[in-house]
T-cell receptor, first 114, second 113 residues
């Protein structure tokens, strides 16, 4: 079946560095993508989303890039802080009925050292 | 900021027993979802619910599972006869529209003995 996957299971950075977390997706019909942050003992927390008619979207300290040609999604975090340490999941909308049924990737753990 | 709340935070149940997990979605949301996450694995979709009926369900969501919105605020997931492999974190989510980001609760850890 089609799936969403991540290239790097663990990313270690220094505080203040920029972080880039990557995600490959295989469902070319997906039209909506989301990045979630999951801290230990918590549920996935929405960070940023992007629709397939865009290739870039910016939020506060975060940018999501979408490359539909190679089916690649990335999350850039500027000036990474220790509080950014968490597991980051990309997810795609794989619903058949127009409802948002999310297929999650396996996650990348981001470790930020002070 | 409004949030999705789930109770209990941890549920321990004997195999074969029924369990009900409870969720209070964000108040103005109309779309509701259940996901699960087995320890160390990715989050998996179980079911979506809109207008008092299931709109989509995954292969995991078999006849042992059911969902209900018994009143205007609660959304429940019932597992009729639990199995060891049902042990996982169960997350409830809600969204304002079908294509808007889903907001998740902090989950219920279900442990089947």
């Amino acid at each position: 079946g089609e799936s969403v996957g991540l290239h790097l299971p663990t990313l270690s950075v220094q505080e203040g560095d920029n972080s880039i977390i990557n995600c490959a997706y295989s469902n070319s019909a997906s039209d909506y993508f989301i990045w979630y942050k999951q801290e230990s003992g918590k549920g996935p927390q929405f960070i940023i989303d992007i629709r397939s008619n865009m290739d870039k979207r910016q939020g506060q300290r975060v940018t999501v890039l979408l490359n539909k040609t190679v089916k690649h999604l990335s999350l850039q975090i500027a000036a990474t802080q220790p509080g950014d340490s968490a597991v980051y999941f990309c997810a795609e909308n794989s619903g058949n009925s127009g409802y948002s049924t999310l297929t999650f990737g396996k996650g990348t753990m981001l470790l930020v050292s002070p | 900021e409004p949030e999705v709340t789930q109770t209990p935070s941890h549920q321990v149940t004997q195999m074969g027993q029924e369990v009900i997990l409870r969720c209070v979605p964000i108040s103005n949301h109309l779309y509701f979802y259940w996901y699960r996450q087995i320890l160390g694995q990715k989050v998996e979709f179980l079911v979506s619910f809109y207008n008092n009926e299931i709109s989509e369900k995954s292969e995991i969501f078999d006849d042992q599972f059911s969902v209900e919105r018994p009143d205007g605020s609660n959304f429940t997931l019932k597992i009729r006869s639990t199995k060891l492999e049902d042990s996982a974190m169960y997350f409830c989510a809600s969204s304002n529209e079908g294509s808007q980001p889903q907001h998740f609760g902090d989950g219920t850890r279900l442990s089947i003995l």
